[in-house]
């Protein structure tokens, strides 16, 4: 799923040039005053904000603090003026980073990549979070969600708990009975077409939206291991 950067700034000529650097690789969405650009963010979700400062109505500043009151989206200010002062008060009112115009299309894209890492490194440690594979697929434990390159996997209670096992021990080879007795408690029936059909339901699914990705490998004669991909992040 691409990421949302919403553009803030009265001129069109500015926004217009954001929008031709950022649209191939992000969803563009713009906003030409503060009152525009505050409606976008309490009725959208947005993953980053480029706010400039000199703006009508409201200035970049009014529309930082109004943001922060209810959200921590990572906000990257425009400034013509450079003044070491309003870059200190930009952040101590909650602005990420500044960068100053004119810019060099390199350096916006390499300080908006570093905002938006930062930002899933901080909702990694905001909920128990496990992320494999350069963020191919992320874990969120507390509200028990599964991503797939950015988009919600649509799991059963049971194969979100058998995926969760086995990306939350990486290392380790699960038997079929071991599978059983966690995740089903079954004790009595050894039935291993359960673990198995479900263990194909994920791959499946997963595939869908990662076709080259198979989440769970089989280690033929012992059971099954999560394959992380590149590793952990």
Same mark, same amino acid.
């Given at each position: ?20 650097? !950022? +649209? =191939?690789?992000?969803?563009?969405? $713009? ?5 525009? %650009? &505050?409606?976008?963010? *309490?009725? @959208? ?41 309003d870059k200190i008060y930009g952040l101590d009112i909650g602005a990420d980073?500044? !960068? +100053? =115009?004119?810019?060099?299309?390199? $350096? ?5 990549? %570093? &905002?938006?890492?930062? *930002?899933? @490194? ?104 999560f394959n992380p991909a590149d590793g952990p992040l």
């Amino acid at each position: 799923m691409e990421k949302r950067i919403l553009v803030v700034d009265d001129e069109w000529n500015m926004r217009n040039l954001l929008r031709i650097f !950022l +649209e =191939k690789e992000y969803d563009v969405i $713009e906003a030409e005053d503060g009152r525009q %650009a &505050l409606a976008f963010v *309490s009725s @959208i979700h947005v993953d980053l904000i480029i706010l400039d400062i000199m703006l009508p109505n409201l200035d970049g500043w009014q529309i930082c603090k109004e943001i922060r009151k209810e959200k921590h989206t990572p906000i990257l200010m425009l400034t013509a003026r450079n003044e070491l002062r309003d870059k200190i008060y930009g952040l101590d009112i909650g602005a990420d980073d500044y !960068l +100053e =115009k004119p810019f060099e299309p390199e $350096e916006l894209a390499a300080r908006i990549k %570093a &905002l938006l890492r930062r *930002s899933l @490194i901080n909702e990694h440690f905001a909920e128990n979070t496990l992320m494999y594979g350069d963020q191919l697929i992320i874990i969120k434990t507390e509200s028990r969600t599964v991503l797939i390159k950015g988009e919600k996997l649509d799991l059963t209670p049971k194969e979100y708990d058998l995926l969760y096992l086995l990306a939350n021990q990486p290392q380790r080879v699960f038997t079929r009975d071991l599978l059983l007795d966690v995740i089903w408690g079954m004790k009595d029936m050894r039935d291993h077409r359960t673990v198995d059909s479900h263990i194909k339901n994920i791959r499946i699914k997963v595939k869908e939206q990662a076709s080259t990705y198979n989440p769970i490998q089989t280690v033929w004669g012992v059971g099954y291991k999560f394959n992380p991909a590149d590793g952990p992040l």
